[in-house]
């Protein structure tokens, strides 16, 4: 039982390249969260998906999609990377609406140049 | 929209000290869940403590526990007889009782045990 895994743990971009960060959870959880880390700015939430199949903005969406095709897994992508998405992130995901505890990935720390 | 507010950017205190980490936020909801993360320089968040709302009495958990003002919004985190395995940022956080789970953080406080 792995929890949650993120990949990959570090990249570095250059201005304008695309990624897609992937997070797989095999706690059979229904809603999985992205968060990016920024110093003296504590998580951010940036899209959430409370189901296979669909996604939600949370509160800094802009530069990013996402895709849930599968339950167990969430992907974050950046189409066209800016230095302002240099930041730590996290994915997350909880059971279903009657839990609270929220599982986090070990986390990815992306540098664009 | 709930904010939470961290006021404390550092804190240091001596091993064996006990140490109070301040958490305000707002909201206009009755019902919802509030947290402290640890966040030890692995990276990984590690849940210390949860309360509900809705519960009068404080929570803890060994050595830490919280003092919940629900009427004055504040959620402080007390940690006892301190240990160098508690230097970590820490994040105060809320979550609404209605939908999706979402968590929204607090600035974090970095705190530091010394020897």
């Known amino acids: 039982n792995a929890g949650v895994t993120q990949t990959p743990k570090f990249r570095v971009l250059k201005t304008g390249q695309s990624m897609t960060l992937l997070c797989a959870q095999d706690?059979?959880?229904?809603?999985m969260y992205w968060y990016r880390q920024d110093p003296g700015m504590g998580l951010r939430l940036i899209h959430y998906?409370?189901?296979?199949?669909?996604?939600a903005k949370g509160e800094v969406p802009d530069g990013y999609n996402v895709s849930r095709l599968k339950k167990q897994n969430f992907l974050l992508g950046l189409e066209s990377a800016a230095p302002s998405q240099t930041s730590v992130y996290f994915c997350a995901s909880t059971l279903d609406s009657l839990n609270t505890e929220a599982f986090f990935g070990q986390g990815t720390r992306l540098t664009v140049v | 929209a709930q904010t939470v507010t961290q006021s404390q950017p550092e804190m240091s205190v001596q091993e064996a000290e006990t140490v109070t980490l301040s958490c305000t936020y707002d909201t206009s909801e009755n019902n919802y869940y509030l947290f402290w993360y640890k966040q030890p320089p692995s990276r990984q968040m590690i849940l210390v403590i949860r309360q509900e709302a809705y519960k009068q009495q404080n929570a803890t958990e060994n050595r830490f526990s919280v003092n919940f003002q629900k009427a004055a919004k504040s959620f402080s985190l007390k940690i006892s007889d301190s240990q160098l395995g508690d230097t970590a940022m820490y994040f105060c956080a809320f979550m609404s009782s209605q939908g999706a789970q979402k968590l929204v953080f607090g600035q974090g406080t970095r705190l530091t045990i010394n020897p």
């Open positions: 706690m059979n959880h229904e809603y």
């Open positions: 998906s409370v189901g296979e199949g669909t996604t």
